[in-house]
């Protein structure tokens, strides 16, 4: 978490006034969900978590949220759903054990 943010939205304000106009800020924050803007537009957007019924395990959530938006983002999916997608993908993590099942866990 970023020092000095209060929570997500803040943390990409604060990046987006340091960066180029039109850089992709996407602030990810655990179990608070996800923000982002977009540098010089003042557009923030908060998109909340998805989290499971259960929390099993949260090892390597944030490394599947990224290859989440990443991987939405490469198939022209919009910042806010390739950042949705990220939330949900990385909820139904946590609510497994290891990768194995993640596609599963996803579905349902």
């Known amino acids: 978490m970023m020092k000095g943010a209060r929570d997500c939205l803040h943390a990409a304000q604060i990046f987006c006034q340091q960066l180029e106009k039109g850089t992709v800020v996407i602030c990810p924050w655990g179990e608070h969900g ?3 803007g977009i540098a010089g537009s003042h557009q923030l957007t908060k998109v909340d978590p998805h989290p499971p019924v259960k929390i099993v395990s949260s090892l390597g959530a944030g490394d599947t949220f990224n290859a989440a938006v990443i991987h939405a983002l490469t198939r022209n999916m919009e910042i806010e759903e390739s950042v949705r997608f990220g939330c949900k993908v990385a909820g139904a993590k946590i609510g497994i054990c290891g990768f194995r099942n993640l596609l599963q866990a ?3």
Do not use: K, L
């Open 106 to 108: 996803i579905e349902n």
């Open 34 to 36: 996800a923000a982002f």
